[in-house]
């Protein structure tokens, strides 16, 4: 890791939990951006903050197989191949496997920090009807991300809704298992 790269890290990292999937796509799939309704602090701007993959798969709201389904089809609609294939291609068997494999893994990764980003400018949200960019959900502000560093081995550890600060300690264990960041080509 090249430290030049994190000298301007925060002592209290400020965090945001995610539904697990889309802390995963963020990670393994190059998604760029979050989508929220409110806007990112202005101060955060140019920030690391980390990214925390949240305890439930599809939130409240629905099932883990609707939740993977969902990111899996968003990712493929943004160009994601998997196993060097378009997931409209794979059979309806090695569609199922994919399901179940990414259910384990991403269930795997709940409830823990898994990146940091680095928080560019923020998109407005620009149309009132549901409509998708890619990654972007234009109906919501999309708080694009300029870089993206993994954490070499994910650290488990509550979220909170909002944004939330880690302990200096949790912070400092943080930033000694980042990997070398990854740029980010914003929507």
């Known amino acids: 890791m090249n430290a030049s790269t994190f000298a301007d890290f925060p002592a209290h990292l400020p965090c945001l939990t995610l539904w697990p999937e889309w802390a995963y796509a963020i990670v393994h799939y190059g998604k760029p951006v979050e989508n929220r309704s409110w806007p990112p602090p202005k101060i ?12 439930k798969i599809g939130g409240s709201e629905m099932s883990e197989r609707d939740g993977i389904e969902c990111m899996l089809r968003t990712g493929d609609r943004s160009g994601v191949l998997f196993d060097g294939l378009r997931l409209t291609s794979l059979s309806s068997t090695t569609y199922n496997r994919l399901v179940a494999h990414m259910i384990e893994t991403v269930r795997s990764q709940s409830s823990r920090l898994v990146a940091v980003a680095r928080l560019g400018s ?21 708080w694009q991300f300029s ?17 939330w600060r880690l302990s ?16 980010r080509i914003n929507p």
């Open 168 to 183: 200096e300690e949790m912070t400092a264990r943080v930033k000694a298992s980042l990997s070398d960041p990854q740029r």
């Open 147 to 163: 870089e993206m560093a993994p954490l070499s081995e994910p650290i488990q550890c509550r979220g909170a809704q909002g944004l």
């Open 44 to 55: 955060l701007e140019g920030k690391w903050i980390g990214i925390h993959a949240g305890k």
């Open 122 to 142: 923020a998109s407005p949200p620009v149309e009132s009807a549901y409509l998708m960019r890619q990654w972007r959900v234009l109906a919501q502000w999309g």
